[in-house]
């Protein structure tokens, strides 16, 4: 349980002065001073250990990473150059009734299905067909497969989106799956 | 060495992050939003029920009095039948088979049955969409992968990720003060979106690896699968023998002494296998519990693991703790809940850049203010309508399609933006005023309370936040010439 005591607050205040360093750099110096730099991330890497110190890695680990990123938020949110809010500017633009070309509905269509379709194959049978080849624990290589199942689907699915020809990333993943189908039901 | 990306992979990166974002950006934003909102599930479940008996000490008496109560209650026995016992978060006791459920009262007897109000609604609706449960789970689950492709992508599409690092402007420029707090909102929380994506994704595919798995290489023996990950159910022939539930505990204080138990399962009850299972949280640790085994007369049998078994069987037990915000108390689920919200504020602001970027307007604008709005009023007239005793699915749906063919209708996004932030305040007000007239206003429920004061509190800071708008709006439209006279 979050409690306020000594180990807590130590952590927030070294977290926070770490953030405050970093950006103090960032602000004033121009990311040009090592030292501002160096004591930045290890004023933060402190609060990390006294994370880890008060409330184990596990809870350590979550609890950094939530008061790094709140920490940051706030010198962001300081920083802000506030002014004036200006009218929305959407009415002066014209209003049009969009219709999407045959071209580009069939090429929307054709990325999705690949993403969606063939790197989930792909991706999925990869995953199992290492776990074959895998040494070590069974329980430790699935729960091992089975994140990386998801992140290298999203690995393709941002190779598929970034790329211009379809083709390539089409056909890589059909190979994938085949090769991977070879090596788990053969 | 540089790490630098050339500019032609920043250039298709952006594309490729466009195109994902664009894809998923309504389903992340509801999912997202309701994920935010889940995080104090428990807090609307108390809320929503405010009158159950709530208490946190129970005796081994009160479980078997429950156990007996429940069993004459329903018409045939269930394999296993759960006590969910009493935590700080939720001081209610409830029995279930899975299909029958009731809280208990402090004499074990049985009390009410949960609601599956708007809290179950809410639920639902970020675990699956209210999609049939394995498909909507699986679809959920794909929105982490996407995540997970949204944060690869926007990490290598942004080479001013140093340069910018704390770079806020606010009222500049739509598209520049929208990109600053996509870009800031995103980057500062990077591992921890990456963390929730990833769970995600582990807790809705999970299924798909297993189906698959266990077809090639288990003989489709699924069970064979999930006991490789997570330990098998200990083996009993014994006859069914009287539950000794004192003993158990007892056992457990003296096996487990740190242990936290939150619920216990009874399987096989009053037949042959019959043994008892206790589930329980240990300090520290992000593993959702540890299963420790008893016989009917309290002797212990074994544990599980999964506190001290394989890493991966950690691992897997311990993302569900992790992707929820169900550890270290209330502050750790507020701080969830805000972390939840700025990744709804990334998926409306990465839609915002991208319309504010275009040369045109259409209708595309007013859908994407009647969503980002609209859900949350929805979500208000869902709450009210299940008040009232009305389906909440069935109002968030009307009420989120209106919305879309008013501002469809209206074609001022301004306009549409403001109608429904002061129907969002009034919808917040009336679910306070709905909840007074069934409750009552003497001696209500302390979380019922304070859930009732923030929820008029934003229900006034919206009406009031649309009043000073909407004036700002009119003074902007007067000419500089005429201000300053």
Same mark, same amino acid.
């Given at each position: 349980?979050?409690?306020? @005591?000594?180990? @807590?607050?130590? =952590?927030?205040? =070294?977290?926070?002065? +770490?953030?405050?360093? $970093?950006?103090?750099?960032?602000?004033?110096?121009?990311?040009?001073?090592?030292?501002?730099? $160096?004591?930045?991330?290890?004023?933060?890497?402190? =609060?990390?250990?006294?994370?880890?110190?008060?409330?184990?890695?596990?809870? *350590?680990?979550?609890?950094?990473? $939530?008061?790094? /990123?709140?920490?940051?938020?706030?010198?962001?949110?300081?920083?802000?150059?506030?002014?004036?809010?200006?009218?929305?500017?959407?009415?002066?633009?014209?209003?049009?009734?969009?219709?999407?070309?045959? =071209?580009?509905? +069939?090429?929307?269509?054709?990325?999705?299905?690949?993403?969606?379709?063939?790197?989930?194959?792909?991706?999925?049978?990869?995953?199992?067909?290492?776990?074959?080849?895998?040494? *070590?624990?069974?329980?430790?290589?699935?729960?091992?497969?089975?994140?990386?199942?998801?992140?290298?689907? /999203?690995?393709?699915?941002?190779?598929?989106?970034?790329?211009?020809?379809?083709?390539?990333?089409?056909?890589?993943?059909?190979?994938?799956?085949?090769?991977?189908?070879?090596?788990?039901?053969? | 060495?540089?790490?630098?990306?050339?500019?032609?992979?920043?250039?298709?990166?952006?594309?490729?992050?466009?195109?994902?974002?664009?894809?998923?950006?309504?389903?992340?934003?509801?999912?997202?939003?309701?994920?935010?909102?889940?995080?104090?599930?428990?807090?609307?479940?108390?809320?929503?029920?405010?009158?159950?008996?709530?208490?946190?000490?129970?005796?081994?008496?009160?479980?078997?009095?429950?156990?007996?109560?429940?069993?004459?209650?329903?018409?045939?026995?269930?394999?296993?039948?759960?006590?969910?016992?009493?935590?700080?978060?939720?001081?209610?006791?409830?029995?279930?088979?899975?299909?029958?459920?009731?809280?208990?009262?402090?004499?074990?007897?049985?009390?009410?049955?949960?609601?599956? &109000?708007?809290?179950?609604?809410?639920?639902?609706?970020?675990?699956?969409?209210?999609?049939?449960?394995?498909?909507?789970?699986?679809?959920?689950?794909? %929105? &982490?992968?996407?995540?997970?492709?949204?944060?690869?992508?926007?990490?290598?599409?942004?080479?001013?990720?140093?340069?910018?690092?704390?770079? %806020?402007?606010?009222?500049?420029?739509?598209?520049?003060?929208? !990109?600053?707090?996509?870009?800031?909102?995103?980057?500062?929380?990077?591992?921890?979106?990456?963390?929730?994506?990833?769970?995600?994704?582990?807790?809705? %595919?999970?299924?798909?690896?297993?189906?698959?798995?266990?077809?090639?290489?288990?003989?489709?023996?699924?069970?064979?699968?999930?006991?490789?990950?997570? &330990?098998?159910?200990?083996?009993?022939?014994?006859?069914? #023998?009287?539950?000794?539930?004192?003993?158990?505990?007892?056992?457990?204080?003296?096996? #487990?002494?740190?242990?936290?138990?939150?619920?216990?399962?009874?399987?096989? %009850?009053?037949?042959?296998?019959?043994?008892?299972?206790?589930? #329980?949280?240990?300090?520290?640790?992000?593993?959702?519990?540890?299963?420790?085994?008893?016989?009917?007369?309290?002797?212990?049998?074994?544990?599980?693991?999964?506190?001290? &078994?394989?890493?991966?069987?950690?691992?897997?037990?311990?993302?569900?703790?992790?992707?929820?915000?169900?550890?270290?108390?209330?502050?750790?689920?507020?701080?969830?809940?805000?972390?939840?919200? !700025?990744?709804?504020?990334?998926?409306?602001?990465?839609?915002?850049?991208?319309?504010?970027?275009?040369?045109?307007?259409?209708?595309?604008?007013?859908?994407?203010?009647?969503?980002?709005?609209?859900?949350?009023? #929805?979500?208000?007239?869902?709450?009210?309508?299940?008040?009232?005793?009305?389906?909440?699915?069935?109002?968030?749906?009307?009420?989120?399609?209106?919305?879309?063919?008013?501002?469809?209708?209206?074609?001022?996004?301004?306009?549409?933006?403001?109608?429904?932030?002061?129907?969002?305040?009034?919808?917040?007000?009336?679910?306070?005023?709905?909840?007074?007239?069934?409750?009552?206003?003497?001696?209500?429920?302390?979380?019922?309370?304070?859930?009732?004061?923030?929820?008029?509190?934003?229900?006034?800071?919206?009406?009031?936040?649309?009043?000073?708008?909407?004036?700002?709006?009119?003074?902007?439209?007067?000419?500089?010439?005429?201000?300053?006279?």
């Amino acid at each position: 349980m979050i409690e306020f @005591n000594d180990l @807590n607050v130590l =952590a927030i205040m =070294a977290n926070m002065s +770490g953030v405050c360093v $970093i950006y103090w750099d960032w602000k004033y110096l121009k990311r040009a001073q090592r030292l501002s730099k $160096i004591s930045g991330w290890g004023l933060v890497l402190l =609060a990390l250990y006294v994370w880890c110190l008060r409330d184990g890695w596990e809870f *350590g680990l979550t609890f950094w990473l $939530i008061t790094s /990123a709140c920490s940051a938020w706030f010198f962001s949110l300081c920083d802000s150059q506030s002014q004036r809010q200006q009218p929305s500017k959407t009415t002066d633009k014209t209003y049009r009734f969009q219709i999407l070309s045959r =071209a580009r509905v +069939g090429h929307s269509l054709a990325t999705f299905l690949v993403v969606c379709v063939v790197s989930l194959i792909a991706c999925c049978f990869f995953s199992l067909a290492l776990f074959t080849l895998l040494p *070590g624990d069974e329980s430790n290589n699935l729960v091992f497969i089975a994140f990386l199942f998801p992140l290298l689907w /999203a690995l393709a699915s941002y190779w598929v989106c970034a790329t211009k020809r379809l083709r390539t990333p089409l056909f890589s993943l059909i190979f994938i799956s085949a090769a991977s189908s070879l090596l788990l039901f053969l | 060495m540089s790490v630098k990306p050339s500019a032609a992979l920043v250039k298709s990166s952006l594309s490729s992050h466009s195109w994902l974002g664009l894809s998923v950006a309504l389903l992340m934003y509801l999912v997202c939003l309701s994920g935010a909102l889940v995080v104090f599930f428990e807090e609307f479940e108390r809320w929503e029920q405010p009158n159950i008996p709530e208490y946190v000490d129970y005796s081994p008496e009160l479980i078997s009095r429950a156990v007996d109560n429940f069993s004459q209650r329903v018409d045939s026995l269930a394999q296993s039948i759960y006590v969910v016992l009493p935590t700080e978060a939720v001081p209610r006791i409830h029995v279930s088979d899975g299909e029958n459920e009731w809280f208990v009262n402090q004499d074990g007897s049985l009390n009410e049955s949960p609601v599956e &109000g708007w809290t179950y609604f809410l639920k639902e609706l970020h675990i699956n969409l209210h999609l049939p449960k394995m498909l909507g789970l699986i679809f959920v689950g794909i %929105l &982490g992968v996407m995540l997970c492709a949204l944060i690869i992508s926007g990490l290598v599409a942004h080479p001013r990720i140093f340069k910018d690092a704390f770079k %806020l402007r606010f009222g500049a420029n739509k598209a520049k003060e929208q !990109a600053d707090l996509h870009n800031r909102l995103s980057v500062w929380g990077t591992p921890f979106y990456f963390m929730i994506g990833l769970t995600g994704a582990f807790i809705g %595919l999970v299924s798909i690896i297993i189906a698959v798995g266990a077809f090639a290489l288990y003989e489709n023996d699924h069970e064979a699968m999930i006991a490789a990950v997570y &330990g098998g159910d200990p083996v009993i022939t014994t006859e069914a #023998a009287p539950l000794n539930f004192k003993a158990t505990l007892q056992s457990l204080s003296q096996v #487990a002494p740190t242990a936290q138990p939150i619920y216990l399962v009874v399987h096989n %009850l009053k037949k042959t296998g019959q043994f008892i299972e206790v589930a #329980a949280t240990l300090p520290q640790r992000l593993i959702y519990s540890e299963m420790y085994r008893f016989s009917s007369d309290g002797s212990f049998i074994n544990q599980q693991g999964l506190s001290d &078994g394989k890493a991966g069987r950690q691992i897997a037990y311990s993302v569900y703790r992790l992707h929820f915000g169900h550890f270290g108390g209330f502050a750790v689920k507020i701080f969830y809940g805000l972390m939840g919200l !700025a990744l709804t504020v990334i998926s409306v602001t990465g839609i915002n850049i991208w319309l504010a970027k275009r040369k045109h307007r259409s209708y595309l604008n007013d859908v994407w203010v009647a969503c980002v709005w609209g859900t949350p009023l #929805a979500l208000s007239g869902a709450a009210s309508a299940a008040l009232v005793g009305q389906s909440a699915p069935i109002s968030f749906l009307i009420i989120l399609l209106g919305s879309i063919s008013c501002c469809v209708i209206a074609k001022n996004e301004h306009r549409a933006r403001q109608m429904l932030l002061a129907s969002l305040g009034f919808s917040l007000l009336a679910i306070v005023g709905c909840y007074t007239v069934i409750h009552g206003t003497s001696d209500q429920h302390p979380v019922a309370f304070m859930l009732n004061i923030i929820l008029s509190i934003l229900g006034f800071g919206l009406l009031l936040m649309t009043l000073s708008r909407r004036r700002k709006y009119r003074e902007s439209l007067i000419p500089p010439e005429i201000t300053s006279l």
